[in-house]
């Protein structure tokens, strides 16, 4: 096994368990949810550095206990493996021991299992011994908004727009449209392709014809897998990342951004913004920002124009 030269490390139970509790004081809630974020580049970063490849679902069984050895964290067993479901069990666990459940664990095996699959999967703990069951048991399926089959468009526009990789570009107007039409035309020929919208999902594919392209919607209404609430920008540059990281030259279209600023702040999401953009720059990807000048003032406007470009 030929390894990466970046180091890594594995993390003691204790600093866990005690950044699980920090986590718990700041944000509530959104603590489980950082902490499979967590786990997730966790284990991204485990197979990646350890170059480890795998062949397919039937040589995932051995990789991923092999694999698993090196972060300490549990013992695991693997019930069932197929492209479609995979159950992992766990007859301890560092988090379930501190009363809480298994977030950075799911994460983790998340991370590894899409890492090696080459395919995004999200998981669900069913039983956890913090609850009294006497194991942990992780269910993972591929991801419904991260589907690997090839996008669907129906709507073709003209090839008319040349866009640079590496580029992030500002596009200021007081309709979206042909910021859409950009991004189809884009990944008409070729690019992958991720939507982030405060546009109803389903009202979007239907106008233009388009399926299999991932989409988050900036919503609150969290009866939908891929509803992202928009005061949760950690979740929402999280999982832009782990796009771009996985998808060199893909192209990100963000709609919606002033909905972003009314319901955080301008400068906390300028930072998000800059984040984005040098997550781009790394990848060679391109981010597609159309935004109405009439919905923020000049000051902002312009400190938007010094951080991308016009197309």
Known sequence: MERNTRPFFVMPGSALRDLREELDLLEGANGSETMERYGYRCGVGLVRTLAIECTGVDHL?????????????SRMEVDLITENEMVITFADSIEAESGYSCDFTKGYLIGIVSTLMKRRYEGK???????????????????ANFSDEAPKIAYRPDNKHILLDGNA???????????????????????????????????????YG??????LWLSFERDRK??????????????????????????????????????????????????????ISITDGVLLLPVSPDALNQKEVKQLERELRNV
């Open 226 to 279: 891929y509803t992202r609430e928009p005061t949760n920008i950690p979740l929402i540059y999280s999982e832009v990342k782990n796009f771009l990281d996985t998808t060199p030259k893909a192209i990100v279209l963000f709609s919606g951004i002033e909905y972003l600023i009314s319901q955080n702040t301008f400068v906390k999401v300028l930072k998000f913004v800059q984040l984005l953009n040098e997550n």
């Open 169 to 207: 570009y500002l596009m200021e107007m007081d309709d979206n449209s042909e910021a859409y039409e950009i991004f189809l035309e884009q990944v008409s020929h070729g690019r992958k392709g991720m939507i982030i919208a405060r546009e109803y999902p389903e009202k979007v594919k239907k106008r």
């Open 61 to 73: 069984r051995d990789v991923l206990k092999q694999i698993w050895s090196e972060t300490g964290l």
């Open 210 to 215: 388009i399926d299999n392209i991932p989409f």
């Open 125 to 143: 703990e069913v039983s956890c011994i913090s609850d009294g069951s006497h194991r942990c048991v992780h269910v993972l399926t591929p991801s």
